[in-house]
């Protein structure tokens, strides 16, 4: 760590330093500042002002105003020495008793059309960011800012400013330059390194920054805040972490056995649906109930109490008693060395504090015996691979490679019936619950070496330990994709007025910068999420990012192409002229001739598939989506169910609409396989008519058969951003 600057005050008495102190920091950085003179004598001022050179700005200091502009403690544009005397008059009318020492700062006047804000805010959770965004006084109003975590190298500081939505800001503007971005890049880095240089420092505003005529870049106004504790390190308490080991975790996922503690004879109680859904999806081991009278549920002959049970090979208890049982449970399932315990019980953190404290101690308990908990007030846990439905509520998915972590019991049934009705399967799925012990830190880490997993799924709530969470996100990410929908904000507290940055650094934010950091793919509904899950899961990772969209319906080919325009992520590429003539050669002169590829109703038996293959090997070509899928086989449809069918050769021209579908699905499954490319397939048949043997024929593939072109092209931005960032596309 650099070696620390004198602040030149204490942050026990105060909480920010003045913008004459904040300045003289950052200069130490190399940060660029207007030139400019500290005055402490008011009977000075206008002659320095006539030293630096009318116009300037004349502003009233101290280490405890923080925005002098809303207390009027700002004169812009003194052009004159007298000027400069009534300047100075009107704000020492404004200070107040409670300012302490002020000072007068003369700052030669700078000018420009554009303003930016750059800052820093140590976020309570997961650390130090440098932001970066619009900025003069409509900072907050526009709130258009991005976050990158410190240390920040040069490089980042680079894809930070790239990550900043406004760029026609920073571009040639009405007869300016465009910004020197090299320049900008340095001064974000010079934050983080003042940052690291002093353990006081809580936030930093330089707001605004002016683009000059030029595109050279200079900061007018600066404030640190400083921290009370003088400390930057985590106020996270580790003492008490419990970290799973891979047993763990395989005696929750593939268990021996399974016991269900408090088994009930009532349909609707939670111990007789987690046994039923148990013995239904025909669980793989053996499968145990504990009844304190002993009685038989679903033909399972219940023991009274965990101790009698026979079998050795019961791995993990699922638990569905009153809260005050369970400490008892618990001891007694480390007796039987059960190392997995899920608990569905509800009275706990979620209720009050009493049942807060009983958490607590359960977790206690749970962790000196070397139990892994899941829960209390979970809905359960699914693991395909040895068809465990541990849960109490439906319902079961197909097997497949994604698997979820959730601290919404609702969301995993969501994404499971996502799975249903696409046949794009889950591996392992669990509920969180309140997690006393574990939570979806602890998940993410284990599926990041699960090789049943092929991509992790998480909804994320609230984050306790914001630097745990980060490290797992990144551990998945550079083993696997990694899709998250957030709801809700971090568990971080206000932050404090005093700063625009600290007011601009929202939960949201900040958890964006974390998951452009790790790698995560951040969505904001449930479900986009789970397209884009389902695109890992069953489609290779694109090369690059041109894509070619190939429609038999001209208008599903035009919206999908705006929105790959408008997510300004994959590029519409514009077709070879090669490419062009071949295709050319297939299609009726009416075709679009252009990408989208409008085969505008010209396409014969065959066409589809040769206009496919030529894309698929075409080594300039990364992705396809293809449009338009099922039409035929919906007037089939039409056909079959009319009165006229099967007379008048309806039932061969039936028959024929649908294996030319078919066909379809499967040659744009082949082609994806043959030359490791993918070939998204997307009709909104997907969701009107379920059963059309075209949409079958995408699901039998294995594939996601997407309800719109449009839902495609975002899926595969997604899919393209995380293969850039790791490093399998360019």
């Given at each position: 760590?650099?070696s ?14 003045s ?8 200069a130490?950085?190399g ?8 005055v402490f ?18 502003k009233?200091c ?8 809303e207390r ?6 003194v052009n ?9 008059a009107?704000?020492?009318?404004g ?5 302490g ?23 309570p ?23 990158a ?44 390194d003042?940052?690291?240089?002093n ?28 921290a ?11 003492a ?10 395989q005696?929750?996922?593939?268990p021996?056995?399974?016991v ?9 109680k ?28 679903l ?13 050795d ?33 509800a ?7 009493q049942?807060?404290q ?15 908990l ?11 691979p040895t ?11 197909p ?29 392992r ?31 994320i709530?609230?984050v ?30 206000s932050?404090?007025?005093?700063s ?23 969505v904001d ?8 899950a389902?695109?890992?899961?069953t489609?290779?990772l ?16 035009v ?24 295709v050319s ?44 899928l ?48 993918p ?12 059963d ?39």
């Amino acid at each position: 760590m650099a070696s620390h600057y004198c602040l030149g005050v204490s942050a026990s008495e105060n909480s920010t330093l003045s913008e004459a102190k904040s300045k003289k920091l950052l200069a130490n950085f190399g940060f660029n500042f207007a030139i400019e003179q500290e005055v402490f004598d008011a009977d000075q001022v206008a002659q320095v002002a006539s030293e630096v050179g009318f116009p300037v700005a004349i502003k009233l200091c101290a280490d405890t105003i923080s925005h002098k502009t809303e207390r009027g403690l700002v004169k812009l544009n003194v052009n004159s020495f007298a000027e400069a005397q009534i300047a100075v008059a009107e704000l020492k009318a404004g200070v107040r008793s409670d300012d302490g020492q002020t000072s007068f700062l003369v700052a030669k006047m700078e000018t420009g059309k554009r303003e930016l804000i750059l800052g820093l805010v140590n976020d309570p959770q997961f650390g130090p960011f440098v932001m970066f965004g619009s900025g003069g006084v409509f900072a907050e109003v526009l709130d258009d800012v991005t976050f990158a975590s410190v240390p920040l190298s040069v490089a980042r500081a680079h894809q930070l400013i790239e990550r900043f939505s406004n760029q026609k800001i920073l571009k040639e503007f009405r007869g300016d330059g465009k910004v020197n971005r090299e320049q900008l890049a340095a001064m974000l880095v010079s934050l983080s390194d003042a940052f690291l240089s002093n353990d006081k420092i809580k936030s930093i505003d330089v707001n605004p920054v002016i683009i000059r005529q030029d595109g050279s870049l200079v900061a007018v106004d600066a404030l640190i805040e400083l921290a009370s504790g003088g400390s930057h390190e985590s106020k996270i308490d580790q003492a008490q972490k419990f970290s799973p080991s891979k047993r763990h975790f395989q005696s929750l996922f593939e268990p021996r056995g399974v016991v269900v503690v408090g088994a009930s004879t009532h349909p609707g109680k939670f111990g007789f649906v987690s046994l039923h859904n148990i013995l239904a999806n025909e669980f793989g081991g053996e499968v145990a109930a504990t009844h304190l009278e002993g009685e038989s549920v679903l033909n399972v002959s219940c023991r009274q109490s965990i101790e009698e049970l026979s079998s050795d090979k019961i791995d993990l208890a699922f638990v569905c008693t009153p809260a005050s049982t369970n400490e008892a449970i618990l001891q007694s399932c480390a007796k039987k060395e059960i190392h997995a315990v899920y608990v569905t019980s509800a009275g706990y953190a979620e209720s009050d504090s009493q049942g807060e404290q009983a958490q607590a101690a359960l977790a206690k308990m749970a962790a000196e015996l070397d139990i892994l908990l899941i829960g209390p007030n979970g809905q359960g846990v699914i693991s395909t691979p040895t068809n465990l439905c541990a849960q109490i509520v439906g319902p079961y998915p197909p097997s497949g490679s994604i698997s979820l972590v959730s601290q919404s019991g609702n969301f995993v049934s969501s994404f499971m019936n996502y799975s249903r009705q696409t046949n794009v399967g889950i591996a392992r799925a669990v509920s969180a619950g309140n997690a006393a012990q574990v939570g979806v830190s602890e998940f993410l880490t284990f599926y990041a070496h699960d090789d049943k997993t092929r991509v992790a799924l998480a909804y994320i709530e609230g984050v306790k330990d914001g630097t745990s969470m980060a490290k797992s996100m990144f551990e998945v990410s550079v083993n696997k994709p990694l899709v998250v929908v957030k709801g809700g904000s971090t568990q971080s507290g206000s932050r404090a007025a005093t700063s625009h940055t600290g007011a601009l650094a929202s939960d949201h934010k900040i958890f964006e910068a974390v998951c452009f950091d790790t790698g995560t793919i951040l969505v904001d509904d449930v479900e986009r999420a789970f397209d884009v899950a389902a695109t890992f899961a069953t489609q290779p990772l694109p090369r690059g990012k041109n894509t070619v969209v190939l429609t038999t319906i001209g208008g599903w080919g035009v919206v999908t192409a705006d929105v790959i325009h408008n997510e300004q992520v994959l590029n519409l590429m514009e077709l070879p002229i090669d490419l062009e003539k071949q295709v050319s050669a297939l299609l009726p002169s009416r075709w679009s001739k252009n990408n989208p590829i409008d085969c505008a109703g010209g396409e014969t038996r065959d066409t589809v598939a040769e206009i496919l293959s030529l894309l698929a090997k075409d080594e300039r070509v990364d992705a396809i989506i293809f449009l338009g899928l099922g039409i035929q086989s919906n007037q089939a449809r039409m056909m079959r169910e009319g009165k006229f069918f099967p007379d008048f050769e309806l039932d061969r021209i039936v028959n024929y609409h649908e294996r030319q579908d078919i066909s379809y699905a499967n040659i744009s499954a082949e082609l994806s396989n043959r030359y490791d490319k993918p070939i998204l397939v997307a009709t909104e048949l997907a969701m009107a008519d379920q059963d059309n043997p075209g949409v079958v024929a995408v699901r039998n593939t294995g594939r996601l058969c997407y309800a719109s072109g449009q839902r495609a092209a975002r899926a595969l931005s997604s899919v393209y951003r995380y293969a850039k960032w790791s490093g399998a596309a360019n």
